[in-house]
């Protein structure tokens, strides 16, 4: 048994900050949490001193076959997938690195994100856990076929979710509309029909799984809400009347704001496509608008980056919370987007400091409750109960 003190602890679901706080860890699971003072004299204690303990953090999109470089999909292509397996290797440890404990792939080519997923449970790699859509299911030629499949019609579509699933795929992930990263696509064109979608959603669920939708504009965020998707993934040109109607069903909202401020801000210097440019232009104001008025309509939020995705590295999740708090929201709602928030749309046992959870624990130096860049200043990860910090550094 080791307790983990520190000046601060959030339990990453409430509103309150524990001070001189400990979480007390034995065989892989948290026992408790308590002031230091009530602590008994006999425990053994690791004092991280003017540190804030919190959750180990969630990102609830990310791409792991993608490496940040100007047309990931391309490079993707262009090399072995024993290659691309070893990059998403190396991506999985940059999260835990930046304290992200937990993962969720929305779309890799040839499911390698399972793979990766299953070596970190064998203890092959070091990374965080992975809850893994597998390939992503989009229409013939739709957003993002090169990293997943296509299937069209409603029949199609279900044995598309069942062989994923089948594969070991945690989620199912589908693509509503266009986006920003393919050619002759525009992000607010709607793609999978309804039917399509509901016949997938009804796999998943019925195996206990849920479903993520890719969609931008209203008409393919109500087509998903209609077939009764999990989550809406980016929702950047979202409308007040789907904004409330997400509210009501509860389905979360994934903005992913940072991707498009980091291709906005990198796709020059990299030399990404112009088209990719040109529509990140597009999404990046309106990104900001969709977090802010799902804020304010109260729509479940949780945190994920896309990362992978050009100029966007893995482990970015802290820089997604620090756009949050820019665009509105304070420290520790941001931190719960991306800890409890993210974890319960993941339908994962983690995010929140509670006894009996799984220990996935991460200490920052300083208040990121106050100070959101704090996130960035990683003084010690736990993974299931085992200091993976060491390791890495
Ligand atoms: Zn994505």
Not at 286 to 302: N, P, Q, T, W, Y
Request: charge should be negative; glycine fraction near 12%.
């Amino acid at each position: 048994m080791v307790a983990y003190r520190a000046a601060r602890v959030f339990d990453g679901a409430s509103e309150e900050v524990m001070e001189d706080g400990t979480v007390v860890v034995e065989e892989g699971r948290i026992v408790s949490v308590m002031p230091a003072e009530d602590l008994p004299a006999d425990t053994e204690v690791v004092n991280l001193g003017d540190a804030t303990l919190l959750p180990g953090l969630v990102d609830a999109h990310v791409h792991l076959v993608w490496s940040a470089s100007a047309e990931p999909h391309a490079l993707v292509e262009s090399e072995s997938r024993a290659l691309t397996a070893l990059r998403c290797a190396n991506n999985a440890g940059l999260h835990l690195r930046a304290g992200v404990t937990t993962v969720r792939d929305v779309g890799s080519t040839d499911g390698l994100a399972i793979e990766v997923g299953r070596a970190v449970e064998l203890g092959v790699l070091p990374g965080p856990r992975v809850v893994a859509a597998g390939r992503a299911i989009a229409m013939t030629g739709g957003h993002g076929w090169f990293l997943g499949r296509e299937a069209d019609g409603p029949d199609a579509v279900r044995r598309a979710a069942r062989e994923e699933m089948k594969a070991g795929a945690g989620c199912v992930k589908l693509m509503a509309s266009g986006g920003v990263y393919g050619h002759a696509e525009e992000p607010g064109s709607p793609q999978l029909t309804t039917e399509e979608m509901g016949a997938a959603v009804q796999e998943a669920h019925k195996a206990g799984r849920k479903v993520a939708a890719h969609a931008y504009s209203p008409e393919a965020i109500n087509n998903a809400l209609e077939a009764g998707v999990d989550s809406i993934e980016h929702g950047s040109f979202i409308d007040q009347a789907t904004a409330k109607r997400m509210q009501e069903l509860g389905t979360y909202l994934v903005p992913t704001m940072s991707v498009y401020a980091a291709m906005a801000k990198k796709g020059p210097e990299l030399g990404a496509p112009e088209y990719i440019q040109r529509k990140t232009a597009e999404v990046l104001e309106a990104s900001r608008d969709a977090f802010r008025l799902a804020l304010e309509v109260g729509v479940k939020i949780a945190a994920g980056t896309d990362c992978g995705a050009p100029g966007h590295p893995h482990g970015t999740l802290p820089e997604e919370l620090r756009l949050m708090v820019e665009a509105g929201a304070d420290p520790i709602q941001a931190i719960r987007f991306g800890t409890a928030a993210a974890a319960d749309l993941l339908g994962e046992e983690v995010g929140t400091l509670e006894e009996g959870k799984t220990a996935d624990l991460l200490a920052v130096a300083g208040d990121p409750t106050r100070d959101i860049g704090a996130l960035r200043q990683v003084r010690l990860v736990l993974r299931g109960g085992v200091e993976v910090t060491s390791n890495l550094f």
